[in-house]
């Protein structure tokens, strides 16, 4: 389950943010993490697409991944995602038993088929970077850049936010069903807010901390078909 901010409308040379629809929460696709790897191939499989259906031709594209995704990234296969997205592959139609061979070839050519469209140079140690800082907006924050051949460049955000929506939503609606079928009046305390959150954070940082290194610890197809 993922929700991605991806860039829409006219491609400017600066960021550019706008929200997919809310039926983005809940898909189907690859694992280990719906916001770790099927959010980063939708992103890079966007820009992708972007660059090209608007006649914006790269010389060169570089993926910065940063926060949550640049420190656990590895684990949950991140760069793995982002690498089949800017190829062309999505979370549901990608084959779990071609990934392997199709990393393979990006790493030993160093060369990308841009959306498996238009071939690029592509260095996965220069081009696929881990940042250490966070995006203002999200802790699972992207850039992409594309470098034209006029030398100008264009660049794109892109956040992956779906659990933690997802969880409030559910536990709202979970209050709200029990309160009504007793005839209660639903409450909703603001003074445990921070303690919610709080909450929240640790569940999640152990939770993600478990599934990246129960992903370490498989073969990457396995990881990737789970």
């Known amino acids: 389950m993922t929700l991605s901010t991806i860039p829409v409308g006219t491609p400017r040379s600066d960021d550019s ?41 790269p010389d060169r594209v570089q993926a910065e991944l940063f926060g949550s995704l640049s420190l656990t990234g590895r684990g949950h296969h991140s760069d793995r995602a982002v690498l089949l997205g800017l190829a062309g592959e999505t979370p549901e139609r990608v084959d779990p038993d071609a990934i392997d061979g199709l990393l393979a070839n990006i790493h030993e050519t160093r060369q990308l088929m841009l959306d498996g469209r238009h071939p690029l140079p592509f260095d996965v140690e220069q081009d696929l970077l881990f940042r250490p800082g966070f995006l203002p907006a999200h802790p699972n924050g992207m850039v992409f850049t594309a470098f034209l051949p006029d030398g100008s460049s264009v660049v794109r955000r892109f956040y992956s936010i779906g659990g933690g929506a997802i969880g409030l939503l559910l536990g709202m609606g979970a ?25 929240g954070l640790v569940v999640g940082a152990s939770g993600g901390g478990l599934a990246a290194i129960q992903a370490a610890r498989l073969k990457p197809a396995d990881n990737l078909r789970n």
Not at 22 to 49: D, N, Q
Request: charged letters at 10%; glycine letters at 6%; aromatic letters at 6%.
């Open 17 to 57: 943010i706008a929200a997919v629809s809310v039926t983005e929460l809940f898909t189907i696709g690859i694992g280990p993490s719906s916001s770790h790897t099927v959010g980063p191939m939708r992103a890079a499989k966007a820009f992708a697409v972007e660059m090209l259906d608007t006649g914006l031709i």
């Open 175 to 199: 209050i709200l069903v029990v309160t009504i079928s007793q005839k209660w009046s639903p409450v909703f305390d603001t003074a445990l807010t921070p303690v919610a959150m709080l909450v």
